[in-house]
């Protein structure tokens, strides 16, 4: 059974950092990543890594500010977060075994991050 177990979330404040995990089990090999959702808004592609962590591909809006990554030794996903803004405000959601960048087979429960102005 997969299962994606994410943490790393909070409260912090513009300009600062963040770092959220993503430890996988029942899988292994797959793309990872990360996808949000904001209050009233349709949930969004982030950025996401290949199985062997070599090829990496983010969303726009978070491109020179944000880092994915993975270690297959720990089954473990990374999203280092740098720059914060009010509006990267959303419940942050691992996923595997990636659709492109709409969608995925397998979803964590999502964690909130808060940026405050």
């Known amino acids: 059974q997969v299962q994606l177990v994410e943490s790393g979330g909070g409260l912090v404040q513009a300009g600062g950092s963040l770092r959220l995990s993503c430890a996988a089990s029942g899988l292994r090999f797959s793309t990872y990543g990360w996808f949000r959702q904001a209050p009233g808004n349709e949930r969004e592609f982030v950025a996401r890594?290949?199985?062997?962590?070599?090829?990496?591909y983010y969303a726009d809006s978070v491109k020179g500010r944000f880092i994915i990554s993975r270690d297959n030794v720990k089954n473990t996903v990374y999203l280092q977060m740098n720059s914060l803004k009010p509006e990267d405000t959303a419940v942050y959601y691992c996923a595997a075994d990636l659709i492109g960048t709409t969608g995925a087979s397998y979803w964590g429960q999502g964690t909130q991050v808060t940026v405050s102005s």
């Open positions: 890594v290949s199985w062997n962590g070599v090829s990496t």
